[in-house]
């Protein structure tokens, strides 16, 4: 069985502004979050010390930036940006970085008390490149991980460019 469910992105945004304005918590995650959670689950690499951590996902299109600890997402932001849109502008290891530093500030504010403790870039571009110039200017340490690695049953090329992370991530992902 496969369900597709879609919603404008302005109409969710609006419904969290309004519980935001009358004191509610809430918490926002789209498809592709879930996606890069199991993703995340299947490399093994989460648990203790190294959570929360920031997994930074850049596909085609956008870029997902979430932030999972215990075995679930706990922030979810998302940037209408990809490879192929980071390609075509000048310093795109600055731009990342830049991203990234928002999603923390944005943590730091929703999420009071709360630190990332660990950074993972994957998806598509050079990411050893990237990961190396975000460290470098956020001062961090910024692992890059090959978005296929958890998959190593996916023999199959890709015939166009989307990131694996989303797509293995929602199909086998056990929630």
Same mark, same amino acid.
């Given at each position: 069985m496969v369900a597709i469910v879609a919603c404008? +992105?302005?109409?969710?945004?609006?419904? !969290?502004? !309004? *519980? @935001?304005?009358?004191?509610?918590?809430?918490?926002?995650f789209t498809v592709s979050s879930w996606g890069? !959670?199991?993703?995340? =689950? =299947?490399?093994? *690499?989460?648990?203790?010390?190294?959570?929360?951590? !920031?997994?930074?996902?850049v596909d085609d299109a956008r870029t997902d930036l979430v932030l999972i600890a215990d075995g679930r997402v706990i922030s979810s932001r998302s940037v209408a940006q990809g490879? @192929?849109?980071?390609?075509?502008?000048?310093d795109i290891g600055e731009l990342l970085a830049l991203?990234?530093? @928002?999603? +923390?500030?944005a943590i730091r504010k929703e999420l009071p008390g709360t630190d990332? @403790?660990?950074f993972l870039l994957t998806g598509l571009g050079p990411l050893p490149q990237w990961s190396d110039h975000i460290a470098k200017k956020l001062g961090v340490?910024? +692992?890059a991980v090959e978005g296929r690695q958890p998959f190593t049953e996916w023999t199959?090329?890709?015939?166009?460019?989307?990131?694996?992370?989303?797509?293995g991530g929602l199909a086998c992902s056990e929630t």
């Open positions: 404008q +992105r302005d109409v969710v945004d609006h419904q !969290l502004t !309004l *519980l @935001r304005a009358a004191g509610f918590s809430s918490i926002m890069v !959670l199991g993703w995340y =689950r =299947r490399t093994g *690499l989460g648990g203790g010390a190294t959570e929360p951590s !920031l997994v930074v996902n490879a @192929r849109d980071w390609e075509t502008v000048g991203e990234i530093d @928002r999603s +923390r500030a990332v @403790r660990s340490s910024v +692992r199959t090329p890709l015939t166009t460019q989307i990131s694996p992370v989303v797509v």
